[in-house]
């Protein structure tokens, strides 16, 4: 991710093997991550069972905070493509007893219909 996309505000792609290795203690015995994205120093994960928001606090990021989301808490969701002077795609994704959804933008080089894909896979099981 270049600095430019995370000064505006857009997620990049980790590998899910970097995922793994960092946040593999966060993950139940039979859980795997299947995407992984990053906005800035913030994480967000995509699991086979559920969406984890890791956010990093403070000057230093020592102290995190980990957001854990059943897919089945997922209400409904929605996906918006970047357009040819808007430079950034966003995902917006509904919680059951939230009424702030939670919104994500992601660099116009990223496949938002990937994205929304994997989140359908689990959603909609």
């Known amino acids: 991710m270049g600095l430019f996309d995370g000064l505006m505000g857009n997620a990049?792609?980790?590998?899910?093997?970097?995922?793994?290795?960092?946040?593999?203690?966060?993950?139940?015995r039979n859980e795997r991550i299947e995407k992984a994205y990053k906005l800035i120093r913030d994480l967000f994960l995509f699991t086979d069972k559920r969406f984890i928001l890791i956010d990093k606090q403070g000057l230093t990021g020592k102290k995190v905070e980990y957001h854990s989301i059943p897919y089945k808490s997922i209400t409904h969701f929605s996906v918006e493509t970047a357009g040819s002077f808007d430079l950034d795609a966003e995902l917006t994704i509904y919680i059951s007893g939230s009424q702030m959804p939670i919104q994500r933008q992601f660099n116009k080089n990223l496949n938002i219909f990937e994205v929304q894909s994997v989140l359908a896979d689990y959603v909609l099981k």
């Open 12 to 28: 990049s792609e980790v590998s899910v093997a970097e995922a793994q290795n960092e946040f593999g203690h966060l993950l139940g």
